[in-house]
């Protein structure tokens, strides 16, 4: 019996971080739908409506509902539940002319590629996945560096961690880049958006931290954009 007590115990740690990875992350799932369902509203603009109905023409879907989310920052995104949001702050710079319909749809259509994708699905595993990572890897590192385990386990997996959600970044951009040719657009106003957006970044310099962690860089998004254009052409 104590045998194998013994090397389960040893695991026990590894078991409770995926146990508590996952009861985070499920928490976290909540308290977004429920401050989306509060803060957000569908988003219903004739000037946009030829374009939404193109691309739901490319999906072969009755209609594509896009939802705005009451905050200022301009992002986009895709809930768990496979709801597109765009942020009041974007849909701001349409009204303003700063973007147009075309390059708001580019990230329409890259949300719509989280989903089809099941990236939210996959980041619920990776979520739990490094939090159980982070732990083992930590007792393992703290036996040869005591004090500074953590921390090399904390740097390690967030580095591994940003090198997933690029690579899901990559593939968003594709399935959009495909999507927005079927219906017509092309991938014109993905590069056009992406060098706003970069520029807007630079000009708000000293907030962008979390944005470059988590999204690849501009240029190498766009060099891929260009190439699978040119496959296509
Ligand atoms: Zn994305």
Do not use: C
């Amino acid at each position: 019996m104590q045998t194998h007590i013994k090397p389960m115990l040893k695991f026990a740690p590894i078991l409770l971080a995926v146990i508590y990875g996952l009861a985070m992350y499920r928490f976290s799932v909540w308290r977004t739908s429920r401050e989306l369902d509060q803060l957000s509203s569908e988003l219903a603009d004739p000037k946009l409506q030829p374009i939404m109905n193109a691309l739901a023409k490319a999906l072969d879907l009755p209609r594509v509902r896009v939802n705005i989310y009451e905050i200022e920052p301009v992002n986009g995104l895709a809930a768990p539940d496979g709801r597109i949001f765009i942020t009041r702050g974007f849909y701001k710079k349409f009204l303003d002319g700063e973007v147009s319909g075309e390059e708001l749809a580019s990230v329409i259509a890259h949300e719509l590629g989280h989903v089809a994708l099941g990236h939210s699905r996959r980041r619920m595993i990776d979520f739990s996945g490094q939090n159980a990572l982070r732990t083992a890897l930590a007792m393992v590192i703290g036996r040869f560096v005591p004090g500074v385990g953590p921390w090399i386990a904390n740097t390690l997996t967030s580095l591994l961690a940003a090198r997933l959600s690029r690579s899901d970044e990559y593939e968003a951009d594709a399935y959009a880049a495909a999507l927005l040719t079927k219906a017509g657009v092309g991938v014109a106003p993905q590069i056009s958006l992406f060098r706003k957006l970069d520029a807007l970044t630079q000009s708000q310099a000293g907030r962008a931290p979390a944005w470059l962690l988590s999204h690849p860089k501009t240029d190498d998004r766009i060099a891929a954009l260009e190439k699978l254009e040119a496959r296509w052409t």
